[in-house]
């Protein structure tokens, strides 16, 4: 039976990288979870009581104000680690 051929050449082997952990800033989840908590409350509030001062001089723009507070809360969730 013939005989394997061996390796020549060392098996490459990729250098150690050192990892660096990322931490979040410490204001990044309470600033998340708020602005989720705000912008439920305030669409709650438009629908629930509509003819609060300074709610109902909005109208429809609520919404949009809403979910705004909503959708900044999940961008915030995407940097948190």
Not at 17 to 45: E, N
């Amino acid at each position: 039976m013939p005989k394997p051929k061996t390796r020549k050449k060392a098996v490459y082997t990729p250098p150690q990288k050192t990892q660096v952990v990322r931490v979040s800033p410490r204001w990044l989840a309470p600033v998340m979870v708020a602005s989720w908590l705000i912008g439920i409350i305030w669409i709650a509030v438009f629908y629930v009581a509509p003819d609060t001062p300074g709610i109902s001089a909005l109208s429809n723009w609520n919404l949009l104000i809403g979910f705004g507070f909503i959708i900044f809360g999940v961008v915030l969730s995407t940097r948190w680690r």
